[in-house]
T-cell receptor, first 113, second 117 residues
Framework: AQSVTQPDIHITVSEGASLELRCNYSYGATPYLFWYVQSPGQGLQLLLKYFSGDTLVQGIKGFEAEFKRSQSSFNLRKPSVHWSDAAEYFCAVGAGGYNKLIFGAGTRLAVHP | GAVVSQHPSWVICKSGTSVKIECRSLDFQATTMFWYRQFPKQSLMLMATSNEGSKATYEQGVEKDKFLINHASLTLSTLTVTSAHPEDSSFYIC?????????????FGPGTRLTVL
């Protein structure tokens, strides 16, 4: 069965520090992979997605993610975190078509000034 | 960017009553919408796929008679929680598919917090 694992429930980083959020997936075929961010009072916003091609994907707000098939991973990175990046981040895999999403449990990011 | 709204943003109801939640795509037409449920500090769980003009497709374990979905137009899907009970209290989120370009894009509403007393 398809599944997504985000090992880190909560991460705290200092403003300006680099960030990596981990995501591992289980899926039989080539996965469609997504990262979303959820802020209070706002809908989930798509940061980036991977369908095929270049395994390093650039997204909005300075985020990038790298698809590693051998590790079944799709980790999200940002070189320098801003206080406004504090939010909940969800990794998702498209199952049965890229629109039907299975989400990980989420990682809550806190940013210290 | 595309906008999806939900109404109401929060609702409190008594046990045994029914509650309707609306999901609207404001600036695009969506033949497909999804309904998710999110428990506190947990992930989103897909409940059902709402298709305009046809019956919704429910995920395994989701009671279709409890969670009625109607997708009557290309911009509106509704979720009705019938005979609500405290265990139905949750955060309900909808999304709408905007088609076109290199792959469809799924836009999410801000969610509706349901509390059943």
């Amino acid at each position: 069965a398809q599944s997504v694992t985000q090992p880190d429930i909560h991460i705290t980083v200092s403003e300006g520090a680099s960030l990596e959020l981990r995501c591992n997936y289980s899926y039989g075929a080539t996965p469609y992979l997504f990262w979303y961010v959820q802020s209070p009072g706002q809908g989930l916003q798509l940061l980036l997605k991977y369908f095929s091609g270049d395994t390093l994907v650039q997204g909005i707000k300075g985020f990038e993610a790298e698809f590693k098939r051998s590790q079944s991973s799709f980790n999200l990175r940002k070189p320098s975190v801003h206080w406004s990046d504090a939010a909940e981040y969800f990794c998702a895999v498209g199952a049965g078509g890229y629109n039907k999403l299975i989400f990980g449990a989420g990682t809550r990011l806190a940013v210290h000034p | 960017g595309a906008v999806v709204s939900q109404h109401p943003s929060w609702v409190i109801c008594k046990s045994g009553t029914s509650v309707k939640i609306e999901c609207r795509s404001l600036d695009f037409q969506a033949t497909t919408m999804f309904w998710y449920r999110q428990f506190p500090k947990q992930s989103l769980m897909l409940m059902a796929t709402s298709n305009e003009g046809s019956k919704a497709t429910y995920e395994q374990g989701v009671e279709k008679d409890k969670f009625l979905i109607n997708h009557a137009s290309l911009t509106l899907s509704t979720l009705t929680v019938t005979s609500a009970h405290p265990e139905d209290s949750s955060f309900y989120i909808c999304s709408a598919i905007k088609r076109g370009g290199p792959g469809d894009t799924q836009y999410f509403g801000p969610g509706t917090r349901l509390t059943v007393l």
